[in-house]
């Protein structure tokens, strides 16, 4: 059962991420499955930013070499378990 989600940042606090408090009572350690039956037991999603300005004076001057760029990405990791009878 979820209790609550506590945020854990680094030294910098430049990037975070969320992890789960549960009830481990309740955290099921064997799980029945038919074949074809996919269970998740664990996963996270991170969201990377990056950003850069160039220019002389301001990187609004576009006159001088001025510009700015940007990209986001998110990557996901998932466990996942899924019986194959041969």
């Given amino acids: 059962m979820l209790n609550k989600l506590r945020k854990i940042e680094n ?3 430049t990037e975070s991420i ?3 408090d549960t009830d481990s009572r309740s955290i099921p350690q064997r799980v029945w ?3 074809g039956e996919t269970v998740i037991k664990s996963g996270f999603e991170k ?3 990056d950003g850069s300005k160039q220019g002389v004076g301001s990187s ?3 006159l001088f070499g ?3 760029s940007g990209k986001s990405k998110k990557e996901s990791f998932v ?3 899924t019986p194959l009878l041969r």
Avoid: W
């Fill in 11 to 13: 030294k910098n606090k």
């Fill in 18 to 20: 969320e992890a789960p």
């Fill in 79 to 81: 466990i996942t378990i």
């Fill in 47 to 49: 969201k990377i930013q």
């Fill in 60 to 62: 609004d001057n576009f």
């Fill in 33 to 35: 499955l038919k074949p």
């Fill in 66 to 68: 001025g510009g700015m």
